[in-house]
Nanobody, 122 residues
Framework: QVQLVESGGGLVQPGGSLRLSCVAS????????MGWYRQAPGKERELVAGIITGGRTTYADSVKGRFTISRDNAQNTVFLQMNSLNSEDTAVYYC????????????????WGQGTLVTVSS
């Protein structure tokens, strides 16, 4: 009933920037948290950045100072601004959300997007 659609991935040179977007749609009562995860070949999926109700954010140490997560609550959208990209940032990036859906009774579900590939290469 709830879907996440990511966009903005692609090929970028080292030192460049990308902005990822994720739009949530469906029978949404509220979104308690949204975040970005990434997974590179041979590695575990890891949390890159998260944002919760009220705007509090968290970041992986490897991206602090380079990445910024933000939300547009009216559009049910989360963004990830990625600056100063390097080869270690190459991965599939997944949007994730904790959503309260409009069911009777209301319930919280976790939803994943399909992922968008970010490749940092010269």
């Amino acid at each position: 009933q709830v879907q996440l659609v990511e966009s903005g991935g692609g090929l970028v040179q080292p030192g460049g920037s990308l902005r990822l977007s994720c739009v949530a749609s469906g029978s949404i009562f509220s979104i308690n948290a949204m975040g970005w995860y990434r997974q590179a070949p041979g590695k575990e999926r890891e949390l890159v950045a998260g944002i919760i109700t009220g705007g509090r954010t968290t970041y992986a140490d490897s991206v602090k100072g380079r990445f910024t997560i933000s939300r547009d609550n009216a559009q049910n959208t989360v963004f990830l601004q990625m600056n100063s990209l390097n080869s270690e940032d190459t991965a599939v990036y997944y949007c994730h959300a904790q959503v309260v859906v409009q069911t009777i009774p209301y319930r919280e579900v976790e939803v994943w997007g399909q992922g968008t590939l970010v490749t940092v290469s010269s």
